[in-house]
């Protein structure tokens, strides 16, 4: 009888280390199990500006440079217009930066402005972020981006 309760509570044990086991990887994990958000509109940081980012000529390539369309609302909609930019960014899983120094080149209207420079070396996952400064204030937007 006394086997019984030992295998019982090594049972036990065993489920309670692998629930902590599950609960450490889920706790530091950098983004969900279904991978990082790579949705190319969303909200800013602080919710003043609403941004879209898209590959200009609609696909993305690896290992080439290429420019990007950065599309800029208010919260109510309407287009921003001369907004500084800054582009940084880089791969989170490795620990590096971009290979480039993207910047925001052209405004093209309506609220659009092209990013030259962008160039992804290798697949995985890359994050750009882009600090925005415009008349509505000062905000900032990370997109996700796996190839």
């Known amino acids: 009888m006394a086997s019984i309760w030992r295998y019982i509570l090594a049972g036990l044990g065993l489920a ?10 889920y706790l530091t994990a950098p983004h969900s199990a279904f991978g990082p ?10 919710g003043l500006f609403v941004a879209s980012f898209e590959p200009e000529r609609g696909v993305i390539r690896q290992g080439e440079l290429q420019s990007w369309l950065l599309t800029l609302k208010t919260a109510a909609g309407a287009p921003v217009e001369g907004a500084a930019i800054t582009v940084s960014g880089g791969m989170p899983q490795h620990n590096h930066g971009l290979p480039t120094s993207p910047q925001a080149t052209d405004y093209l209207g309506e609220g659009r402005y092209r990013i030259d420079g962008v ?28 190839l």
């Open 16 to 25: 309670a280390l692998l629930v902590g086991i599950l609960a450490v990887v």
């Open 37 to 46: 958000d790579t949705s190319r509109s969303k909200k800013t940081a602080s």
């Open 119 to 146: 160039k992804f070396t290798m697949s995985g996952w890359w994050q750009l972020r882009f600090a925005i400064s415009a008349a509505a204030g000062s905000d900032s937007v990370v997109f996700n981006i796996v």
